[in-house]
């Protein structure tokens, strides 16, 4: 899925650009979305999804899951992962938290698997603050 920012926040999004969706977050009753995103500085970080027009809603290789009011629809490799039993907050936080190399390299292939589907160069993953 691509989106176009039609808002920017600081630096991290600009609008015009275009971003590669890696996970779309939903809350039913709250009726609000949020998209993880490889933002402007290569970050995978979480925006709100009334900042981007959706460009193509290609959600191959995604996945639904919900549990109770919240959803989220994500690639497999990250929902499916051993990892997500490793960590309080699954996948994301031994990502974050613990900078594990496995959890990199399944973010890129994630990465590279949705831009290809896309046809697009996949966005570079800076992490190096």
């Not at 979480?46 to 290609?58: D, E, K, M, Q």
């Amino acid at each position: 899925m691509l989106v176009k920012c039609i808002e920017s926040f600081r630096q991290q999004t600009i609008e015009g650009e275009i971003y590669l969706v890696l996970e779309i977050y939903g809350a039913f009753e709250a009726r609000e979305a949020n998209y993880r995103i490889i933002d402007s500085n290569g970050y995978p970080a979480i925006y709100p999804a009334a900042n981007f027009s959706i460009v193509s809603g290609r959600l191959d290789g995604l996945n639904f899951f919900r549990e109770g009011s919240k959803a989220v629809i994500s690639h497999s490799l990250i929902q499916n992962s051993i990892l997500n039993d490793e960590h309080t907050d699954g996948f994301w936080g031994l990502f974050f938290d613990e900078d594990n190399e496995i959890a990199r390299e399944i973010l890129q292939e994630v990465v590279v698997d949705l831009a290809r589907a896309e046809n697009i160069d996949p966005p570079i993953i800076r992490l190096d603050d």
